[in-house]
């Protein structure tokens, strides 16, 4: 995940298993079609400022990574400071960097994200709206609600809580896992009988 790696083996048959919640918000970010299809896959987010309010190696991190490796330049907001995840001018790099931004606030960032994306686990916490800039998207991953209602008057979309995409995200997972183990047991049994080539998934039963 942090060293971009999206398949398990060099046929490209079983792909990487992402954590729920991270690929979740990927999921609703493609559905509303800030991931840019007409651009290569694993760049669709060029062009795209993000603010993540969470850092925690659960959701936060791992989602600052995932979006910056797919092109995007992620604020990734804690209590100890704001770091810049980004594959570099250009997204030339193949796999994100951090950049320490000393001195930043969200004043410094948020106005310069159409997305925003807050988690934070704590029932008093209220995300700035004012620093919105007209037209975000801003997503609620916190079991708290870390917008108020105001947010509908900035944002052109609101999505205030992804747990059930992130159930859905889970079963997914689980069937990824299984065809993955059957891929490998096709492998290891082409390699006794002595073929070189895997087949398709759709030939496994």
């Not at 995007?72 to 570099?88: H, K, N």
């Not at 030339?92 to 994200?113: A, M, Q």
């Not at 988690?119 to 975000?136: C, D, M, Q, T």
Request: charged letters at 25%.
């Amino acid at each position: 995940m942090y060293q971009n790696i999206r398949f398990l083996d060099k046929q490209k048959l079983q792909k990487s298993v992402l954590p729920c919640t991270p690929l979740a918000v990927i999921k609703i970010l493609e559905y509303l079609k800030i991931y840019n299809e007409i651009i290569p896959y694993g760049n669709r987010l060029f062009g795209h400022f993000i603010t993540i309010v969470n850092r925690s190696e659960v959701v936060g991190r791992p989602l600052a990574a995932l979006l910056a490796n797919d092109g995007a330049c992620v604020y990734s907001v804690d209590v100890t400071g704001i770091q810049q995840f980004t594959r570099g001018e250009g997204i030339k790099n193949t796999r994100h960097d951090v950049i320490e931004k000393r001195g930043w606030t969200l004043e410094d960032c948020v106005p310069l994200s159409d997305v925003v994306i807050s988690g934070v686990p704590g029932e008093s916490y209220k995300f700035p709206i004012h620093l919105l800039r007209e037209g975000a998207v801003c997503i609620n991953i916190s079991s708290e609600k870390n917008f108020d209602v105001n947010v509908k008057d900035k944002a052109s979309i609101y999505v205030p809580s992804v747990g059930k995409t992130t159930i859905a995200v889970l079963l997914r997972n689980q069937l990824r896992l299984v065809r993955n183990r059957k891929k490998i047991n096709l492998a290891i049994d082409n390699q006794y009988r002595g073929i070189e080539h895997f087949a398709p998934y759709e030939y496994i039963k």
